[in-house]
């Protein structure tokens, strides 16, 4: 019997957010290179780059996340939830598109996702913080309301601050904790981690994080920004056969800067 290629999508179904530009762009491009799956496309925007069906979805609209589940029909492979947005947008927003909407469409979308299957995050290196504050996290992605969800952020507003680290804090401890409940399905569900990546969405950083900090971290990383090509590699590895035993994992893909901050190596004079 002959083994399909492990990074093979040909005969693939597959759900992304995000794909009008930046990281999802590039993903619809390097899905075409490894076999060209079928693609619906959920956007504000509508992607110009290869997709076969275009949904479009506010992420951080309940009812038009709901709206998006139900125009799917049909068994899918891969959901990936990339769409983002900085803290450029007030800090409600930025939760609601960046948290609640991914786990909606995680969540209306498990039952049709097929066994061997994968739901693959955009998280960010951002919402590395988590392990200082695991149980307000964990308190936090339980709450199923927004309106509750907005009210327990305002009584938390230290933490949850300007909501883009923390909103990719809840996509992180998500990520390990919906893996459980995916893997019940064989389903396996995994996140990748960016530090800033040269899309239309780093000028926002640039304001939000400053721009001093910004070129610290890409400078800390080897001095090379990661391109949208290079996160939708990884995107397109977590989502494929190739990683068929990875689940509920973080992946960096930093060039080594939470290794380096583990490991005490970050120069910060840069940032003084
Ligand atoms: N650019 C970076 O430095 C960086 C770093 C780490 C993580 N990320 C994450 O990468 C992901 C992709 O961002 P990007 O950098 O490619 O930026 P981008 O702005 O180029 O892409 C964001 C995509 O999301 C779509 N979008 C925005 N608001 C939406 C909404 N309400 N509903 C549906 N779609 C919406 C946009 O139209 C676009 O297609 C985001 O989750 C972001 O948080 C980015």
Known sequence: MTQSHPFDYSSKRVVITGAF???????????????????????IKKPEGPISTFIETNMGSVSSVAAAIDAIDGPIDVLFNNAGIAATHPVEDVMAVNWL?????SEGLLPQIEAGGAIA????????????????????????????????????????????????????????????????????????????IDTPLLPDFNKTMTEKTIDWTIDQAGGTI???????????????????YVNGVNLDVDMGFNAFMTTGQLDFSGLA
Request: proline share 5%; hydrophobic share 40%.
């Open 21 to 43: 530009s930046g990281v999802g762009a590039a993903l619809l491009d390097v899905l075409v290179e490894l076999g060209g799956p079928e693609v619906i496309a959920l956007d």
């Open 101 to 105: 909407g991914l786990r909606q469409l």
């Open 121 to 196: 995050n955009t998280a960010s290196i951002a919402g590395g913080q988590w392990p200082g504050h695991l149980q307000e996290v964990l308190e936090c992605i339980s709450i199923e309301s927004p309106e509750e969800l907005f009210g327990w952020c305002g009584e938390h507003a230290e933490l949850v601050g300007d909501g883009y680290a923390f909103s990719k804090e809840c996509v992180q401890v998500y990520t390990m904790k919906s893996a459980k409940d995916t893997l019940a399905k064989r389903v396996r569900t995994n996140s990748v981690c960016p530090a800033p």
């Open 226 to 244: 990661a391109t949208p090509r290079d996160i939708a590699m990884t995107l397109s590895f977590i989502g494929s056969d190739a990683s068929r």
